[in-house]
């Protein structure tokens, strides 16, 4: 049964640090691996999605990679602000069984100013 | 466009009441979800639709009853729910469930309390 780990559980930063959330899956066979953020109370917001032939993919300030031997992603966060303020979820969808989203519990991240 | 839609943004009721959550996608996808987030917690999955067909149901209790009606809606009735029921409830969409690049796009979500 694949279980995704994501450490700290909560970081606080001050204004312009870079900065590293960490995930980990503990069965290599994925399709994917997607990176969410999600503000109190709303939606999730898909931040950047590598499939497993990728190694990184980057979005403006975010840098993500994978490395699906050793079952390990990051989430790079380059000059951080305040309005990046939120809880970072990442999620794999596995090759076995049901194509659904296997969530780690998040990183609630705090830029202070 | 990347946008899903959820209606209504906040739904209180009664635990004897009939509701109905809706939600709308104009991306083409062809692959539907619903999940259940609790405070503090990921989403969890709760039913998925694959091509208007339902796909996926995760041991989901009766009171809870998705519909598809075409392949831009999809409906979640709710009766006889308990207290406990009260969550966010989350739509998604993705291009389909056999594509390695299947990204899954998330709307706002509905704000359910049970009374």
């Known amino acids: 049964k694949q279980e995704v780990t994501q450490i700290p559980a909560a970081l606080s930063v001050p204004e312009g640090e870079n900065l590293v959330l960490n995930c980990s899956f503990t069965?290599?066979?994925?399709?994917?691996l997607q990176w969410f953020r999600q503000d109190p109370g709303k939606g999730l917001t898909s931040l950047l999605l590598?499939?497993?032939?990728?190694r990184e993919q980057t979005s403006g300030r975010l840098n993500a990679s994978l490395d699906k031997s050793s079952g390990r992603s990051t989430l790079y966060i380059a000059a951080s602000q305040p309005g990046d303020s939120a809880t970072y979820l990442c999620a794999v969808i596995g090759i076995q069984g049901a194509q659904k989203l296997v969530f780690g519990q998040g990183t609630r991240l705090t830029i202070n100013p | 466009d990347t946008e899903v839609t959820q209606t209504p943004k906040h739904l209180v009721m009664g635990m004897t009441n009939k509701k109905s959550l809706k939600c709308e996608q104009h991306m083409g996808h062809r692959a539907m979800y619903w999940y259940k987030q609790k405070a503090k917690k990921p989403p969890e999955l709760m039913f998925v639709?694959?091509?208007?067909?339902?796909?996926i149901n995760e041991s989901v209790p009766s009171r809870f009853s998705p519909e598809c009606p075409n392949s831009s809606l999809l409906n979640l009735h709710l009766h006889a729910l308990q207290p406990e029921d009260s969550a966010l409830y989350l739509c998604?969409?993705?291009?389909?469930?056999?594509?390695?690049?299947?990204?899954?796009?998330f709307g706002p979500g509905t704000r359910l309390t049970v009374l």
């Open positions: 590598i499939q497993s032939s990728q």
């Open positions: 069965d290599s066979a994925i399709y994917n």
């Open positions: 998604a969409s993705s291009q389909g469930l056999r594509f390695s690049y299947n990204e899954q796009f």
């Open positions: 639709y694959s091509y208007e067909k339902l796909s």
